[in-house]
């Protein structure tokens, strides 16, 4: 689902001066010194209000957090090795999340289209714009591709138990690799056939 | 001039499959011809080396001949912007985002200006039906929206030839009539791999039947599928449509 596309007046804002705020307000935490609480604060504020700008429902941002905090945890977890690590992951967790709840609300209030118009305005290259838009168009159909294979793996697990389940996954992700690696094979042909160069 | 020739084609697969054993044949500017054959026969193979996507390194052979052109690694681009190729899943086929982004692709890979380009999306997309789709999602069309964007992205190439891959598979019966409607519309010269054999009767004078590599039978297409033998044979059957159809 793309939900870039929205009525509130954040979503109507030209998607370049989004990304603009986006970056700079990512910049801002990741430059701001860890003992810069008041910074940190003022950033938060920022982003309350476009939140509330945005008339996105809290608990759907937070959910969409939630989905990335292991990442964030797996790093900021890091910290606490160190002596005096404590104080270290407080600010790494605060600044991790104030920067995951930018891009969570520039990719809920801006379309992936949009987003990828502005970076080949921005003359960002090429190559890494196309990767970015392949990947977008087939996150959807490995997705789709996913589901059809789990539904039928479901369809015809018959014993519950979770060792079972976890080796069962185990081959659903390998073959959805070898999968993804032959479709990549045949859009390049079709890429080639439109005189792809 | 033939706007298809080819002459003993072979081609193995690395893994030591031998799709294609020594396929010869010629198709005139116009013609349409049905590709039938059950599957595993060589059919996608042929078509892939239509467009010079297989063998991986070509070798310049003058096995596959387009307007009377060999193909070779020199002239590739050449030939692909000659021979449109609509492939089997629409899916691997529409990559852009948008419906225009995609109509478009082709003609920005032939460097026309943006005007151009334009103009013939919007041609192609009125071709197909599918006038107002522009800024729809590529993700989001149904299976028979997304056939028919495919066939306007290679439309709007204008080629010569089309080849088709299974242009009917998996549509429901309107989606198919409607289908076979648009591409009788298409002037151009058409190679069309199908298990539809209605489709291959009511678009194709003529048709090949390929089986494990070779070609068995070249000929009138209602001729080959009225021979009820051959087509059990080869893992077709005698379509619903000829039982009906009267001598006269």
Same mark, same amino acid.
């Given at each position: 689902m793309d939900h870039?596309? +929205?009525?509130?007046? *954040?979503?109507?804002?030209?998607?370049?001066?989004?990304?603009? +705020?986006?970056?700079?307000?990512? *910049?801002?935490?990741?430059?701001?010194? =860890?003992?810069?609480?008041?910074?940190?604060?003022?950033?938060?504020?920022?982003?309350?209000?476009?939140?509330?700008?945005?008339?996105?429902?809290l608990l759907f941002l937070l959910k969409r957090m939630l989905l990335l905090e292991p990442l964030v945890l797996g790093v900021a977890g890091?910290?606490?090795?160190?002596?005096? +690590?404590?104080?270290?992951?407080?600010?790494?967790?605060?600044?991790? @999340?104030?920067?995951?709840?930018?891009? !969570?609300?520039?990719? @809920?209030?801006?379309?992936?289209?949009?987003?990828? =118009?502005?970076?080949?305005?921005?003359?960002?290259?090429?190559?890494? !714009?196309?990767?970015?838009?392949?990947?977008?168009?087939?996150?959807?159909?490995?997705?789709?591709?996913?589901?059809?294979?789990?539904?039928?793996?479901? $369809?015809?697990?018959?014993?519950?138990?979770?060792?079972?389940?976890?080796?069962?996954? $185990? $081959?659903?992700?390998?073959?959805?690799? !070898?999968?993804?690696?032959?479709?990549?094979?045949?859009?390049?042909n079709a890429m080639c056939a439109r005189g792809w160069k | 001039m033939n706007a298809i020739e080819i002459t003993n084609l072979k081609y193995r697969y690395r893994d030591g499959l031998e799709a294609l054993r020594g396929i010869s044949f010629c198709v005139v500017p116009g013609e349409c011809v049905a590709l039938l054959g059950p599957n595993g026969s060589g059919k996608s193979t042929l078509l892939l080396h239509l467009n010079g996507l297989l063998p991986e390194k070509v070798s310049g052979d003058g096995a596959v001949k387009i307007s009377g052109e060999a193909l070779s690694p020199d002239n590739l681009e050449k030939i692909r912007r000659q021979v449109g190729l609509v492939f089997q899943d629409p899916d691997d086929q529409l990559f852009c985002p948008t419906v225009a982004e995609d109509?478009?692709?082709?003609?920005?890979?032939?460097?026309?200006?943006?005007?151009?380009?334009?103009?013939?999306?919007?041609? $192609?997309?009125?071709?197909v039906g599918l006038a107002g789709f522009e800024q729809r999602q590529t993700h989001h069309l149904s299976h028979g929206e997304k056939r028919r964007a495919c066939l306007a992205g290679v439309l709007a190439c204008e080629p010569a030839v089309l080849v088709l891959d299974e242009p009917t598979s998996d549509l429901d019966p309107r989606g198919r009539r409607e289908f076979k409607a648009l591409l009788r519309e298409i002037p151009a010269t058409k190679l069309i791999a199908t298990h539809d054999l209605e489709?291959?009767?009511? *678009?194709?004078?003529?048709?090949?039947?390929?089986?494990?590599?070779?070609?068995?039978?070249?000929?009138?297409?209602?001729?080959?599928?009225?021979?009820e033998k051959l087509m059990l044979a080869h893992g077709l059957e005698r379509p619903h449509i000829l039982h009906h159809r009267h001598p006269h």
């Open positions: 870039g596309r +929205g009525h509130s007046a *954040l979503h109507r804002a030209p998607a370049g001066w989004k990304l603009a +705020g986006a970056l700079t307000l990512v *910049l801002t935490v990741g430059l701001l010194p =860890r003992t810069q609480l008041a910074g940190l604060l003022v950033v938060a504020v920022i982003l309350g209000g476009l939140c509330v700008l945005s008339r996105i429902r890091l910290m606490l090795l160190q002596p005096g +690590g404590g104080k270290i992951f407080v600010a790494v967790m605060l600044k991790a @999340n104030l920067c995951l709840l930018t891009t !969570v609300l520039l990719a @809920n209030t801006t379309p992936f289209t949009e987003i990828v =118009r502005v970076l080949q305005r921005l003359r960002v290259p090429w190559l890494f !714009v196309t990767t970015l838009t392949l990947m977008h168009r087939y996150l959807f159909v490995l997705a789709d591709e996913a589901e059809r294979m789990r539904r039928a793996r479901v $369809s015809r697990t018959f014993t519950r138990g979770r060792r079972f389940q976890w080796q069962a996954l $185990s $081959s659903v992700v390998g073959q959805l690799f !070898v999968r993804a690696s032959e479709r990549a094979e045949r859009i390049y | 109509v478009a692709f082709g003609p920005q890979q032939l460097g026309l200006g943006e005007k151009e380009i334009a103009v013939r999306v919007k041609l $192609s997309l009125a071709q489709l291959a009767v009511e *678009l194709c004078a003529r048709a090949i039947i390929l089986d494990q590599g070779r070609i068995i039978a070249d000929g009138r297409t209602v001729d080959l599928l009225s021979d």
